[in-house]
């Protein structure tokens, strides 16, 4: 299993929902649980801090097809691997491209609603607007 797969498990485990149906876990369930919560939640920053180590080692080495045209038939297998239940890093990898350029055209054609990637250094809107009033 790759390193992106099990933070896509651990992190649908730590919010509580069972990442092979997508259906919220009984609150009775250890999973529900302060302590499993909190260790999963150690467990997905481990993994992130993996992510962004390996990150920064390819940093400036953008895959083959970062900013080419989608051909038709590229789009259809990247739209059949998502409803198969594909994530975004696996479909990156899939089709030698970014993960923002995944998830800009799962949003294209209506898969994704605007979620977008969090970008290092950019704030969130409530953050935005806050420093724009002169609010914390």
Avoid: C
């Amino acid at each position: 299993m790759d390193d992106n797969k099990a933070l896509a498990i651990v992190s649908a485990l730590a919010n509580g929902v069972n990442p092979q149906t997508g259906e919220m876990f009984e609150i009775d369930s250890p999973y529900q649980s302060v302590d499993v919560i909190r260790a999963l939640y150690v467990a997905v920053r481990a993994l992130e801090m993996t992510a962004r180590t390996r990150a920064r080692a390819n940093r400036g080495r953008m895959p083959a097809n970062a900013g080419k045209p989608w051909s038709e038939q590229e789009d259809r297998e990247l739209l059949e691997k998502f409803d198969a239940g594909r994530s975004v890093p696996e479909l990156a990898q899939a089709h030698d491209r970014t993960m923002a350029g995944i998830q800009a055209r799962l949003e294209r054609h209506g898969r994704l609603q605007g979620q977008g990637l969090q970008w290092r250094g950019r704030a969130s809107q409530p953050e935005a607007e806050a420093d724009r009033s002169g609010g914390a």
